[in-house]
């Protein structure tokens, strides 16, 4: 099939080297004119100046990129893919982004006779290069049986979320669900700690009852050992949080706690600490 | 082997039945006296009058009792259990308490050449009933060695935490984890259903990523569907979170989010709802 893939980063560059090694003919477009490059060197496909160029014959044209300004940019903006796709394709974005870009630019897409899916996706650069991603969609059934096949070259699981933004949503669900986990597991930890247990056979035995969590199974045992130089960093978790607290606004939800945790992210980082993994939270209670 | 169990109550019962099926030789003591013959009738040991002629000639002697007040009451109170324990008897404390309860306990027994082990458990009533519970023990190795295997008869995980107050400390670490993931569900979940999301189809599809948790699973369905009549109750949590809480103070631990949701767990407690399951937290923010 002839795809493209815009947004060639640490998510993306892996996401559409699965579907150029699965033989889809794949022309790709990145900002940054060096990794696109490197990708085609590695992948062998086609390497297009612009979003429009690189949609011209495309059946399916996926994103992934920054944030609500870049998915606008490469869709409606100044030579961006709407204005180069054919009649009928589809476009995927797996950007986290807002809700309402997504609503917006699945209303956008209509107008011209094309498709759009809100496609965020969890899982880490790990689960993009392993092709093992959560893929959490929202738009129409048609459009996502259309593309649902070609995910699941880089998605384990590819869901249908409901209408436009519901992909979007469900992603905010997910990061909420996840500062409170690790919130309590650095409060634990660096409980245990002060205690003067031992951390990790401590998470040894806790993880096998009710407090156990991915988070607690993956992350306790580098939170001890004040590890952080990997995984999901804390700037792209306060970007994710203030997306869902700006749809909570919307749509009436109160995050009491969510709200708190995103103001000790706020202090990582005016540590200086926005590149490290969200669980070096356990820091501004160890006094690290 | 000659046993005894002080507390037949939800967690008590079962867990003395399984060492009178067992085989074990089981002297029980309860406060209240239809509980014990109840038990007895189905185990068929013997019912002791007080907890010192039920500790008489045990090898071991286990509690679970409600707090601090009642492990002092069956130990060190009137007629408690360690005016009549053989010298170099184990006492086995399974209730949830203080580690300085723990701590004033196992001075005590020493001081009368008995030994004194703090071992709250985890896993709740289905737990104890199938005997898998998970037992964090502070104390000596030695007491620890003499009453691991029987305890094995109850526990799928019993470890030595470290020196007395350790098993109670791991306790905390657990509710404290508990608290926080519980708290980020229920914020994400309630915020799924003001998205108007399908909450069940959201944990189905985040609980195969980061999100997850033994909570997400096991309780996240009962939660979408408002059902709380089962499970951890409100208030055993609130008496968990008061004895961490009191520790931190000791300890030097800041607890900050876990101290706000303790006043959430006030408000249901206030609302006449300190019976219903731990996971009844969502319903402050979904105004029911």
Redesign the interface.
Known sequence: MKLAFIGLGVMGGPMAGHLAKAGHSVTVFNRTRSKVQAWAAQYGGTVADTPAEAARSAAIVFSCVGNDEDVRAVTVGKNGAFAGMMKGAVFVDHTTAS?RVAVELYEAARARDLHFLDAPV???QS?AEQGIL?I?VGGDAAAFDTAQPVMKRYG??V?L??PAG?GQ??K??????????????A??????L?????GK??I???S?????????E?RGPTMIDDKFDFG?AVDLMRKDLRI?MD??RT????????A??DQFYSRLQARGSGRLDTSSLIRL?RDK
Chains 1, 2 share one sequence.
């Open positions: 809700a969890s899982g880490g689960g959560t959490m384990r699981a869901t979320m409901g519901a949503k469900t905010m669900v997910n990061q909420i669900c996840v500062a409170g986990v690790i919130q309590g597991l409060e634990g930890l660096a409980f245990a002060r205690a003067g247990l031992d056979r401590v040894e035995v806790i096998k009852g009710a407090a156990t969590s991915w988070q607690m993956n999901f869902a749809e909570a749509n009436g939800a109160a995050l009491p706690l969510t708190v945790i209670l």
